[in-house]
Nanobody, 126 residues
Framework: QVQLVESGGGLVQAGDSLRLSCAAS????????MGWFRQAPGKEREFVAA????????RYADSVKGRFTISRDNAKNTVYLQMNSLKPEDTAVYYC???????????????????WGQGTQVTVSS
């Protein structure tokens, strides 16, 4: 099992940027794909971005493609989500997640992720 702690959320205006961080502990971070998901009030949790175990492959939801960038620093056991050109519809609780199995490609499915952080709130005002 891995423990995940997100940070970096906050209240910003439309067009601003934020960088979320997710610090991992408890197992070999560098062997596992990581993902970011978000959940807005009254909506289901949705995929945002994922990165494979080595950092060589990434994928994004269409709604954030070109604005968000996922990256990882395996030496620091940390995954990041750089969010630019934020929109009010990006408002949600953002969750970091770790793949259940090692050497994954970076899935977009919530069921493939076995460990989740507590979430960090991102609010974008218009």
């Amino acid at each position: 099992q891995v423990q995940l702690v997100e940070s970096g959320g906050g209240l910003v205006q439309a067009g601003d940027s934020l960088r979320l961080s997710c610090a991992a502990s408890g197992r070999t971070f560098s062997s596992y794909a990581m993902g970011w998901f978000r959940q807005a009030p009254g909506k289901e949790r949705e995929f945002v971005a994922a990165i494979n175990w080595s950092g060589g492959s990434t994928r994004y939801a269409d709604s954030v493609k070109g604005r968000f960038t996922i990256s990882r620093d395996n030496a620091k056991n940390t995954v990041y989500l750089q969010m630019n050109s934020l929109k009010p519809e990006d408002t949600a609780v953002y969750y970091c997640a770790a793949d259940s199995r090692p050497y994954g490609y970076g899935s977009s499915r919530t069921g493939d992720f076995g460990s989740w952080g507590q979430g960090t709130q991102v609010t974008v005002s218009s």
